[in-house]
Antibody, heavy 122, light 110 residues
């Protein structure tokens, strides 16, 4: 059974750096075709794709946020970490991690974590 | 990358069919057969309903179907049921190797 779970601070102050961890099970990020993405959703608003890391350590970022984002993986711990610098109240959102499996559901996010709510406020 | 365009809301009565459109550009929806659709109930994580324009993951009802014409993709739900009431989001892989989502459509079952 594939599961993903996000963890991180519920509250961060403006200008601080946010660090989120996605801990997963049921698959390996060293297996060809496996990727993990981060996606966020402000309260009452639409989903927004943020970043992706591939099995071969290729990384891709949202054009509008790429200067603030860093994604990395620890294959031995089955974890993917996202850092976002210079947090602002508009970054208040639920942050999800989700899996992509090229050889099953192609370029779709087939399994999602439950999400973690992050509020940016002083 | 601009968000894909979806209607803000659609509605239908139980048993009816509804269609949600998702319009993008030749750099995303029109350029690739990598459109996917997600169902999201309040307070829950999104769930994959359709991938690669028209494929259904295992366990998803065949009442859900997808299609695409040019830069516009569509999700059709037939035999509408009360539990289908949710928000629906389309997404497309893009020419930048990134993803873009639609603004979401709220489906109301009357």
């Amino acid at each position: 059974q594939v599961t993903l779970r996000e963890s991180g601070p519920a509250l961060v102050k403006p200008t601080q750096t946010l660090t989120l961890t996605c801990t997963f099970s049921g698959f390996s990020l060293s297996t060809s075709g496996m990727c993990v993405s981060w996606i966020r959703q402000p309260p009452g608003k639409a989903l927004e794709w943020l970043a992706r890391i591939d099995w071969d350590d290729d990384k891709y970022y949202s054009t509008s946020l790429k200067t603030r984002l860093t994604i990395s993986k620890d294959t031995s711990k089955n974890q993917v970490v996202l850092t976002m610098t210079n947090m602002d109240p508009v970054d208040t959102a639920t942050y999800y991690c989700a899996r992509i499996n090229y050889y099953d559901s192609s370029r779709a996010f087939d399994i999602w974590g439950q999400g973690t709510m992050v509020t940016v406020s002083s | 990358q601009s968000a894909l365009t979806q209607p803000a809301s659609v509605s239908g009565s139980p048993g009816q069919s509804i269609t949600i459109s998702c319009t993008g550009t030749s750099s995303d929806v029109g350029g690739y057969n990598y459109v996917s659709w997600y169902q999201q109930h309040p307070g829950k994580a999104p769930k994959l309903m359709i991938y690669d324009v028209s494929k259904r993951p295992s366990g998803v009802s065949n009442r859900f179907s997808g299609s695409k014409s040019g830069n516009t993709a569509s999700l059709t739900i037939s035999g509408l049921q009360a539990e289908d009431e949710a928000d629906y989001y389309c997404s497309s892989y893009t020419s930048s190797s990134t993803w873009v989502f639609g603004g979401g459509t709220k489906l109301t079952v009357l």
